[in-house]
């Protein structure tokens, strides 16, 4: 992840950061909670937790919601929570095929949303597009809470301008986008700090910080979208890799299709991508006589049941399923995650094709992985880029214990 960067703060102002962003995890994955409870999520004393909660409370990231009695005895206990308009994100999706732009509050909930259906343009357009996307949305936010927002974010697919033969997509379109850094652009454009995530990962942030993460901290995930990617989730944080690409198992080498509407790889080995994704899935329903310009179109087809659906399923889950054991006896994570872009049944379907794939391969003294559906479906991109600027700045990295994690300097009132 990009991320702004400034020097080291001395270790009680480290700890004290750490601390106040584990109270905000642990109201987001109790709900509510009183002080005392919280002290003993976090692990901290109650002399701790009062001071922290008091200034939470002061920077309208938490309220009081009410009171309950905490057994038989004592004073009612006030219950506190995260404060849905505490902090928002402005997070954009960039995909091959589409841009998104979407508004986001302290809660995950979508407040607003803009959405292009189009094979993505040249980068000058793309940046015009959501600057005036980006305002519109901002005006959503009364002008205080306009004071609280936390960034931007960016998720979109690393080397845009890479495997379109394997997606079907003209290459001249994609050319300008292999020499431009867009969240840079995109941050002078708004004056505003802007975060960058490749898809995959960012829609794993949005399943640590508002969804599954709420109790595991540990999975694979995997989106099936127009390409397929994912992330990985270890100990609360997602692990990104020195270029940023570490879950990105679009890549990962499989064997040549054997559906005759895929494209002949020049070596032996195809590519993930190539089988298991939606462009290869509409890819199969042209060559078997179907129109497809749209997801519209794709979600009928997954409705009908068709014939070419079933053919395209078996092709995937046979590339699919390996690619997932491979990564699980390097990962040992307990969990796998897994969503799409459409659903029309597909996402169920393809869980438990998948399910029993895995446990047919589970090797010797190995267990098979649970299997649970996303939290987010088609969101998951949009809401992941809208989650980076929120959960940089107030998860509990560890980075932050070490004063090697930065703050939004430029917003004063969420950096902790």
Same mark, same amino acid.
């Given at each position: ?37 919280? !002290? ?28 309950? &009695? ?6 009612? %206990? ?62 959503? *936010? ?24 394997? *997606? ?25 700090? &802007? ?8 829609? +794993? ?16 995930? &995997? ?12 100990? /609360? ?24 509407? !895929? ?16 462009? %290869?899935? !509409? ?36 590339? *699919?399923?390996? %690619? ?8 040992? +994570? ?10 029309? /049944? ?18 010797? +003294? ?39 994690? %930065? ?8 950096? *902790?």
């Amino acid at each position: 992840m990009r991320r702004p960067h400034i020097g080291q703060g001395s270790n009680s102002a480290n700890v004290r950061r750490y601390n106040e962003r584990l109270l905000l995890q642990a109201l987001r994955r109790a709900g509510h909670a009183s002080k005392a409870n919280l !002290a003993r999520l976090a692990n901290l004393t109650g002399t701790a937790v009062g001071s922290i909660v008091t200034s939470l409370a002061e920077a309208r990231l938490i309220e009081f919601t009410g009171r309950r &009695v905490e057994g038989q005895r004592g004073q009612p %206990a006030s219950l506190i929570r995260l404060h849905p308009r505490g902090a928002f994100g402005i997070g954009v999706r960039l995909d091959r095929t589409s841009i998104e732009t979407v508004l986001v509050n302290f809660a995950g909930e979508v407040l607003g949303r803009k959405r292009h259906d189009r094979v993505l343009p040249h980068p000058a357009e793309v940046l015009e597009i959501v600057e005036r996307d980006s305002r519109e949305l901002l005006q959503w *936010l009364a002008p205080d809470e306009r004071k609280r927002l936390s960034g931007v974010g960016v998720a979109q697919p690393y080397n845009l301008d890479s495997w379109l033969r394997e *997606l079907g997509l003209p290459a001249e379109t994609f050319s300008a986008w292999g020499d431009i850094d867009f969240a840079s652009e995109l941050g002078r454009a708004l004056s505003l700090p &802007v975060f960058s995530e490749n898809d995959g990962n960012a829609a +794993a942030i949005a399943e640590l910080f508002y969804g599954c993460g709420r109790e595991r901290d540990d999975f694979l995930y &995997v989106f099936l979208g127009p390409a397929i990617g994912g992330g990985i989730a270890i100990d /609360g944080d997602c692990l990104c890799g020195s270029g940023g690409n570490a879950g990105d198992f679009g890549v990962m080498p499989v064997p040549l299709s054997r559906l005759p509407s !895929a494209p002949r790889p020049a070596g032996k080995w195809d590519i993930l991508l190539s089988r298991a994704s939606l462009n %290869a899935l !509409a890819r199969h329903l042209r060559y078997r006589g179907e129109s497809i310009d749209n997801r519209a179109n794709l979600e009928d087809c997954l409705a009908r049941r068709l014939p070419a659906v079933d053919e395209w399923i078996e092709d995937c889950i046979d590339a *699919l399923a390996p %690619a997932v054991r491979a990564a699980l006896c390097m990962l040992d +994570a307990p969990l796998v995650v897994f969503d799409a872009d459409v659903d029309a /049944g597909l996402v169920d379907t393809l869980i438990k094709r998948l399910s029993a794939a895995l446990a047919d391969s589970t090797p010797e +003294a190995r267990s098979t992985p649970e299997i649970v559906r996303g939290t987010f479906g088609s969101d998951a991109g949009a809401i992941g880029a809208a989650t980076l600027p929120m959960f940089f700045n107030f998860s509990p990295r560890a980075g932050i214990l070490k004063g090697a994690d %930065a703050q939004l300097q430029e917003v004063n009132h969420v950096s *902790l």
